[in-house]
């Protein structure tokens, strides 16, 4: 009650605020081609090339997509409202610091750049401070949650996208895993159909845990028999509960959680059911009973 009170005595003071204020929008109209954002230790750059947006540092690599559109579709429509402090001693209240996230975007060769700050009472806006100047305004459009990631959040993180239907056999190490029919068998025994169910929608939208830097050397290789094409997964060593994997057609080092390999290992190597335990005999002592006579 006391939280619905604040966001609802929150949302109030910054329409009052924002109401009387004259809302910028300093991207209208115009062209943004390069993005730089300064956060979690990482400067990541982006460009428009060939009319596609994509990372180019500190790695080059495909976006996701999502979370990238959503960032810039708030950045266009970027609104700067009314002045909420003039105080210097106040910016890391506001979180919008020198070593807060900066933001610097071009449209052509003109460049804006802002210092993001933390959410306003709204919960939704947030506060924004432009470099060498005091003063912290109210900002709709983009907030916090969407900018402070590492390199590798920004990057996409699919390995592997097909069908469920499309897979008839796979290969894990010297195990076979084959479907036929409905029926899937692990080197002619029966599978657990289930789990087979369940480690196949996994791996037909496989995506990654993370990235590795670390130098890859295969230890072994699941092999995926689709309609569309195969795909081999090389699988490498264990780093803090994910395994290292490289696609075939990828050089990409991934991280994946152990737990998607688990599934293979459970269809592959059964866990026994437990001995059921022995009912142990109570003895049954006489009764001393006595006897009337």
């Known amino acids: 009650m006391i939280l619905l009170l604040l966001v609802i005595v929150g949302g109030i003071y910054f329409l009052m605020q924002k109401a009387n204020s004259i809302l910028k929008t300093p991207f209208k109209n115009k062209e943004i081609t390069q993005i730089e954002i300064q956060a979690t230790d990482t400067l990541c750059r982006f460009e428009k090339i060939d009319n596609k947006w994509e990372l180019v540092s500190p790695v080059k690599y495909p976006m996701d997509t999502m979370l990238f559109s959503?960032?810039?579709?708030?950045?266009?429509k970027l609104e700067i409202g009314q002045i909420v402090s003039s105080r210097k001693e106040r910016h890391q209240e506001f979180e919008v610091a020198e070593n807060g996230i900066k933001i610097t975007a071009w449209t052509?060769?003109?460049?804006?750049?802002?210092?993001?700050?933390?959410?306003?009472?709204?919960f939704i806006n947030s506060y924004l401070r432009f470099p060498d100047k005091n003063e912290v305004y109210f900002a709709d459009g983009v907030t916090k949650w969407m900018v402070n990631r590492s390199s590798?959040?920004?990057?996409?993180?699919?390995?592997?996208?097909?069908?469920?239907?499309?897979?008839?056999?796979?290969?894990?190490?010297?195990?076979e895993i084959?479907?036929?029919?409905?029926?899937w068998t692990c080197n002619n025994k029966p599978a657990n159909k289930d789990k087979m169910n369940d480690a196949k929608n996994t791996f037909s939208n496989l995506r990654a845990d993370g990235f590795s830097k670390e130098p890859f050397q295969s230890d072994f290789?699941?092999?995926?028999?689709?309609?569309?094409?195969?795909?081999?997964?090389?699988?490498?060593?264990?780093?803090?509960?994910?395994?290292?994997?490289?696609?075939?057609?990828n050089p990409t080092v991934f991280l994946i959680s152990d737990l998607k390999i688990q599934k293979l290992n459970d269809i592959i190597f059964p866990p026994k059911p437990e001995p059921k335990p022995k009912v142990k005999s109570v003895p049954i002592k006489a009764s001393n009973i006595k006897v009337k006579k």
Do not use: M
Not at 70 to 76: M, Q
Not at 178 to 183: E, K, Q, S, V
């Open 221 to 249: 290789t699941i092999k995926l028999f689709l309609s569309s094409g195969d795909r081999i997964l090389n699988i490498g060593k264990k780093i803090n509960d994910k395994y290292q994997l490289t696609l075939d057609t």
């Open 152 to 175: 590798d959040e920004w990057r996409d993180s699919y390995i592997l996208a097909f069908n469920p239907q499309e897979l008839s056999k796979l290969i894990v190490k010297d195990k």
């Open 70 to 76: 959503r960032f810039f579709d708030g950045l266009s």
């Open 178 to 183: 084959i479907c036929t029919d409905t029926l």
């Open 108 to 122: 052509g060769k003109t460049p804006f750049t802002f210092i993001l700050g933390k959410q306003s009472p709204d």
